[in-house]
């Protein structure tokens, strides 16, 4: 799978921008604040209906407009290309079209369109709380596994009843354990089954990861992931029963899968105290990569790859590295960020691969080098 094509309308700032890509790397250069990261969102807009960095649609606006478009042409397989359409329109329902077709329910397009984005923002996963790393897993499962999505979807409609009701209690100095023990016996079915599946994910998942960071790093350090959840202490239903005064007296639910967390480290140190910044890069795009060749494997393609800033904390000789791999076949297509030419040129020469280099100076797209011809 590849996208042949990228089309703008009045997103962020772009007023207008039309770009044919190469099938295998293309390079954005240019300043900081000049549009590269933008034309990135609006590629993983195509495939998770929402922005990387803004889940605010109307914000992605450009100002003093009304709306913006994004339509996207790919190809997969040698088939007929296809189209999808994302259109937002301000104080209106986003609109998302494969083809002609309009979207019942964006959840039925995520998964259809993998991919894989490497950014700067990455470092949240390792230095910020537990929610972060929750939601990156959920979201590579979801790409993947519908029926983990809808249960995740459930579950979260549930944990939000029951701390309406523990609220309710609260304010009213009432309590019916009647009234709770309906919401706990349906946050226990979907939570175990959440809780299992992700069990099973981080199983499958650290071997793949551990062996893209051997590769970025030359071996150099040994990193780890242990999934963190209460419902390895012990029942779920009983932890509930347990937690319950709790519970009333924080007026939410303490217990539950909501809670779970990743532990990461490097050399059995924890990696946001004791990794250096090229070191927690790393870890990043290790574990990116490690979802890349999960997604291909059960997807039987390759998702998109997307690197914002790529030198960005890595050495040359890690940049160099991650170049080289991605290079390879079994990589497919890959899109790069960066503010020096000369720095990705030189790389990219290094390798006889198909690439095009595209300049961006204020919301504007000109192809410069392609297949290494000026």
Known sequence: MFLKKLSLTNFKNYTEAAV???AKINCFIGNNGEGK???LDAIHYLSFCKSFFNSIDYQNIRHGTDFFAIHGTYSRNGDTPETISCIQKLNQKKIFKQNTKEYDRLSDHIGLYPLVMISPYD???????SEVRRRYIDSVMSQFDKVYLNELINYNKVLAQRNALLKYFGETQTFSQESLDIWNQKMVSLGITIFETRRKFIAEFMPVFSHYYELISDGREKVGITYESQLLQGDFYQLLQQAGEKDRYARYSTVGVHKDDLIFEIDGYPVKKYGSQG???SFVVAIKLAQFEYTR??????????FDDI???LDD???EQLIKLVSADSFGQ????DTQRYRIEKIVNRHEIDYRIFEIATGMVKELVMNGEK
């Not at 470092?123 to 709380?129: A, F, S, Y």
């Open 311 to 313: 030198f960005d904390k």
């Open 297 to 306: 494997n059960l997807k039987g393609y390759n998702p998109l790859l997307l």
């Open 317 to 319: 000789n890690r940049v």
């Open 334 to 337: 890959v899109f790069i960020t």
């Open 279 to 281: 070191q927690q890069k």
């Open 37 to 39: 990261t933008n034309l």
């Open 20 to 22: 044919d890509f190469s």
């Open 123 to 129: 470092r949240d996963l390792i230095n910020d709380g």
